[in-house]
């Protein structure tokens, strides 16, 4: 079984520059998570959505950060303008519908933003 | 969002046990216990989790209090490749789906 795509790996950018990451989730998981994980800490919940709506965002910066999930299926971040402190991996995760459910994670992509 | 508490750190010696404890005073109800691990630069994996039975898995053992307010993660015979953080989460269902929210985890270290 195919897990979660993520896509860059790395990506270094200037600051006020703008980045999108893609994230392709397993097929059939009605659920996809986008985290951001500074270097140190535990991952922070950005956006989450079940099915192509949101579910919960309340800790996406909105001014800067935005989401979408096309058809329920492929997702892409964008950040914009970027920030020195936006400097994180972040993480794609997905699941199936429901509480009692397995997610799996993709393996993240490091931003840096000098 | 309901919080757990871990240790920051703990240690342990190749091929022994070891217990990872979480507290969850807030627990409600319907709150499953999840536990995920993440090794040096990989995203997050699944280990375990339950409801309020012990539960047994190929990787590791769940040990669920009997007021659920605590749970212990069991590693029978550790490895060095076990050497990550753990996260102990509570999984509440929101809108028909999970929310997962971590915490900041317990650093293992593994000892040869």
């Known amino acids: 079984e195919a897990g979660v795509a993520q896509s860059p790996r790395y990506k270094i950018i200037e600051k006020r520059q703008s980045v999108a990451f893609w994230c392709n989730p397993i097929s059939g998981h009605a659920t996809l998570y986008w985290y951001q994980q500074i270097l140190g800490q535990g991952p922070k919940l950005l956006i989450q959505?079940?099915?192509?709506?949101?579910?919960?965002d309340s800790q996406l910066p909105k001014d800067r950060f935005s989401a979408e999930r096309l058809k329920g299926v492929d997702s892409t971040l964008k950040i914009q303008p970027a920030k020195l402190e936006d400097s994180a991996v972040y993480l794609c995760?997905?699941?199936?519908?429901?509480?009692?459910?397995?997610?799996?994670f993709g393996q993240g992509t490091r931003l840096t933003v000098v | 969002d309901a919080k757990t508490t871990q240790p920051n750190s703990m240690e342990s010696n190749e091929e022994e046990p070891v217990h990872l404890p979480c507290n969850h005073s807030t627990i409600s109800g319907t709150d499953y216990i999840h536990w995920y691990r993440q090794l040096p630069s990989q995203g997050p994996e699944y280990v375990i989790h339950g409801l309020t039975s012990n539960v047994n898995n190929r990787m590791a053992s769940l040990a669920i209090a009997e007021d659920r307010k605590s749970s212990t993660l069991i590693l029978h015979r550790a490895t060095l490749r076990d050497a990550a953080v753990y996260y102990c989460?509570?999984?509440?269902?929101?809108?028909?789906?999970?929310?997962?929210?971590f915490g900041q985890g317990t650093r293992l270290t593994i000892n040869p």
């Open positions: 959505f079940q099915n192509n709506g949101v579910v919960d």
């Open positions: 989460i509570l999984s509440r269902a929101w809108q028909g789906a999970q929310k997962l929210v």
């Open positions: 995760a997905s699941s199936l519908q429901g509480s009692n459910t397995e997610a799996f």
